[in-house]
């Protein structure tokens, strides 16, 4: 046994992973290189070897979830890829317009079929709400229902979403509230595949930057898109919201949010699935909202991401066989690790999807209902004593 191999073999046992064990979890290596791969490289080096074959694991999820409870990473957290996407993330922006736009082209263009045959009917691509005995479909639709609510939508508000992704937050909030809605996404296809979707709707899709946008709305939703902002916007990203909302506005924020705050991203992640994207802390926006809104309600839906990413795995697995031609085997191997290992990532807790409610105006629609709320509970509460008197 090498050195190396004794090294990750003791690593992984503290995670109770074996070597060739034959539980679910267990790794099962097929070429002596993945030790001193992961040895050198760390989780990008784990992804990568995965991708060629090096090894298999039947429950990846599981098995990431324990190397994450066992918090193994920060074992490889100064490897030279690590080292090096800080770096990079020091001296430079990484999120500027130009850049910005790589992960539209990279990932989310990849082919609106390919999206269509993993996502539910409403194209959802950010985490569902399940309640029991809820398909993917029925807790996406469940999701949406509870943005809208969270936002107070009625007929006639304007609401702004940024990131739209392929639209279907803009329908429902058009169909079923009355809105006009005008979404905005970086992604051509996602661009081209919206605007036909949304037709006959009160719904404008535009092809542009969340800095480049102008006007004045009701209401701005940005569901799944701050990972995409980075630690050098994220100021930026509130201001610019913060100039297009009405003083009486509310804006939901909700998206991934890490447990620590980084300046750099994850290696593989950036990599292989989402260029140039980096999940912030819950404490990084606070302070990059700080001053210009009021955080109002926050709510952790994470523990229904792990749900929504097996739900996609499977819709994609069940999907391959119209893509494999297409796209090789060493994309599958890519999606089923980024899937997977993002699920054994929020059961483990180390990740987690934050929906953050903000407003502008102390004043505002927010604390009058309140206090309407209020005074509304106190006269139930003194008809009930009256009438008990009574």
């Known amino acids: 046994m090498s050195r190396a191999q004794k090294i990750v073999t003791n690593l992984l046992a503290v995670a109770d992973i074996q070597i060739n064990g034959t539980r679910p979890w267990d790794i099962q290596v097929h070429d002596a290189r993945f030790f001193s791969r992961v040895l050198a490289s760390g989780a990008l080096g784990f992804g990568e070897s995965y991708m060629e074959d090096w090894w298999d694991c039947i429950a990846l999820d599981e098995m990431c979830y324990r190397a994450i409870r066992a918090r193994l990473d920060q074992r490889f957290a100064f490897r030279l890829p690590n080292l090096w996407a800080l770096l990079t993330a020091l001296v430079s922006n990484q999120q500027t317009r130009h850049r910005s736009r790589i992960v539209g082209r990279v990932h989310y263009d990849l082919s609106n079929d390919f999206f269509e045959a993993m996502l539910d009917p409403n194209m959802q691509y950010s985490c569902a709400l399940f309640a029991e005995g809820d ?20 007929h006639g508000l304007r609401l702004l979403d940024i990131g739209c992704g392929w639209g279907g937050l803009a329908r429902y909030a058009a169909r079923h509230y009355g809105c006009q809605v005008v979404g905005i996404t970086i992604s051509r296809e996602q661009f081209e595949y919206a605007q036909p979707w949304c037709r006959g709707l009160d719904v404008e899709i535009q092809l542009r930057d969340y800095r480049d946008v102008t006007g004045r709305f009701d209401r701005v939703v940005s569901v799944g898109m701050v990972e995409h902002v980075g630690p050098k916007n994220y100021r930026t990203y509130f201001r610019a919201t913060a100039r297009l909302l009405g003083d009486d506005g509310l804006f939901l924020c909700q998206g991934i949010c890490g447990n620590s705050s980084r300046l750099a991203p994850d290696p593989w992640i950036t990599r292989y699935i989402f260029p140039n994207s980096i999940l912030p802390s819950a404490a990084q926006l606070m302070r990059a909202a700080e001053s210009v809104f009021i955080l109002d309600d ?27 031609e297409r796209y090789g085997e060493r994309f599958r191997r890519m999606w089923r690790f980024y899937l997977l290992s993002c699920a054994g990532a929020f059961r483990a807790r180390s990740l987690h999807a934050f929906s953050m409610l903000f407003s502008k105006d102390f004043i505002g629609n927010n604390v009058r209902d309140e206090r309407e709320a209020v005074s509304s509970l106190h006269a139930d509460i003194g008809n009930r004593s009256t009438a008990t008197a009574g």
Request: hydrophobic share 45%.
């Open 135 to 154: 398909d993917l479909a029925a807790a996406q639709l469940r999701k949406l229902e509870w943005i809208c609510e969270r936002l107070r939508l009625r």
């Open 298 to 324: 926050v709510k952790n839906i994470g523990p229904n991401y792990d749900q929504t990413l097996l739900a996609w795995e499977e819709n994609f697995r069940r999907a391959w066989p119209r893509f494999a």
